[in-house]
């Protein structure tokens, strides 16, 4: 089997701030890192190949300084690295990021069949959940969005099932291969890279792939050029001066008859339409009444 992970570097978002005057995000000094739903990708491909030997690449796009992260991956246990950067992908949206994604894994398949490409759910910079979805519909591949567990892996019959997160329950979806797999949060636990896997990654070379090596000719798909959102501001939430108030009592009914005095003070409005309501509820007990007492 053969494996993709596609990953991405990402600033550590505990650490962003925005500026005060432009409203723009201030990346210097910030620390770079894996993009932490990456890694839960990058663990369940490294599962698969701990049960079945299988062979796994991870890939980036974006600038050479993000050859830092794919080194870490290559500490944890994957087999090659691939950085793909060219200038002429700077400013890239979603939907130029997995075009150039799918042209590489495109390249990539025909040097050694693809079987599973993982990613992670979404990227903390963004948030968009798009990526994934648009290599699976540019490559043509089975597309399992927010999985949170594989079930069963059938190489031979090329066929797996996973457990799938939803609203309201879990899905158990079964597909063919090859496929595109966003992995949730939760369902494995990173393992850590240990001396011999980390003096690997230090040594291992990187592949360096610019827009020839990715198999990209259409210089309008990538890019700035190839990129139609426009993001028109950034801004943090302004913090609230609204300061938390004590309720005293010595009994907690005392406090709980004190905080609804408080309650109506700040909102006369609720005290008339809670009071209109209990009326209504009222009117409403004694017209079920009355017929018992006349039956009585």
Known sequence: MHIAVCIKQVPDS???????????????????????????????????????????????????????ALRKC??????????????????????ATSFVLASALRTLNERQPLDLIFTGKQTIDGDTAQVGPGIAIRLGYQLLTYVSKIRELDPAARRLVVERRAEGGVQVLQSALPAVITMLEGGNEMRFADMPGMFRAARQEVEIWNRDGAGITDLTQVGLKGSPTAVAQVFGPKPKAVKAQRIEGATPAEMAEAFVDKLFADFPQLEGELLAHLDQLAGQDSGLAAPQGESA
Do not use: C, W, Y
């Open 74 to 95: 290559l500490s944890f246990g994957a087999d090659h690295a691939i950085l793909i950067t060219d200038k002429v992908f700077s400013g890239a949206d979603t939907l």
């Open 14 to 68: 505990a650490q962003i701030r925005v500026h005060p005057v432009t409203n723009t995000i201030m990346r210097q000094g910030v620390p770079a890192i894996v993009n932490p739903f990456d890694l839960f990708a990058l663990e369940e491909a490294l599962r698969i190949k701990d049960a079945t030997g299988a062979t796994v690449t991870v890939l980036t796009m974006g600038p050479p300084p993000a050859e830092e």
